[in-house]
């Protein structure tokens, strides 16, 4: 069983389009996050919920909205995508324990 | 918010050859200290880490790390390694109980067979 999910794997797609990234967690964790990992392999977090409520709101531009339905989801919606967003974008879910599971990623290629 | 600097861009060794890699933190309280490794492809995956007690920690593969509090150190070891040892490898640390996780710049580390 797959921990942290996320689809899809790749996505491509033109400069301007609208597109989301989904992710779930089966370990029943309460706080989930997203990071950018940038073509220098630099992590870089950008958001983080707890219990669906936002914890952590790093200096990323609007167009990037998260979403928690609940606290086993956390999407990542981007509008008017531009080639700067080109990356892999990781899901992770934090145990009690401060460790943090991370989601395969999905790597955004845009045109 | 924590720094985290990882002294080694790239490390290049022989199957064989030991590796350490150095991670020093900026905080000077208590913290919980990781070690991730993303092999080429993949996610990141955890090492080991260290919260309190024995400041050697023994992790996954081979692997170790050593907390030096006085250096605001946590290196990461490994005796012998393998040409699937090939990954990038980052350190992060964080305060006990913070939701943030700060991550250093990462190692790559190319181990030629």
């Known amino acids: 069983d797959t921990a942290v999910s996320q689809t899809p794997k790749y996505l491509v797609t033109q400069m301007g389009n609208d597109k989301s990234i989904k992710c779930e967690q089966n370990l029943g964790h309460d706080t989930m996050y997203w990071y950018k990992q940038d073509s220098k392999k630099f992590l870089k977090i950008m958001f983080s919920?707890?219990?669906?409520?936002?914890?952590i709101n790093e200096t990323v531009p609007n167009r990037f909205s998260p979403k928690s339905p609940d606290k086993a989801h956390l999407n990542l919606h981007i509008n008017s995508l531009e080639l700067g967003d080109s990356a892999v974008y990781f899901c992770?879910?934090?145990?009690?324990?401060?460790?943090?599971?991370f989601g395969p990623g999905t790597r955004l290629t845009v045109l | 918010a924590q720094s985290v600097s990882q002294h080694n861009h790239h490390v290049i060794l022989s199957e064989a050859a030991s590796l350490e890699l150095g991670c020093n933190y900026s905080y000077g309280g208590t913290v919980n200290l990781f070690w991730y490794v993303q092999y080429p492809g993949q996610h990141l995956q955890l090492l080991l880490k260290y919260f309190s007690g024995d400041p050697l920690v023994k992790g996954i593969k081979g692997f170790e790390a050593e907390f030096i509090k006085s250096k605001f150190s946590f290196n990461l070891r490994k005796p012998s390694v393998q040409w699937s040892d090939t990954a990038e490898y980052f350190c992060?640390?964080?305060?006990?109980?913070?939701?943030?996780?700060?991550f250093g710049a990462g190692t790559t580390v190319t181990v030629r067979a």
């Open positions: 992770a879910s934090r145990a009690s324990t401060d460790t943090q599971y």
């Open positions: 919920y707890n219990n669906k409520e936002l914890i």
């Open positions: 992060a640390v964080t305060m006990p109980n913070d939701y943030k996780l700060s």
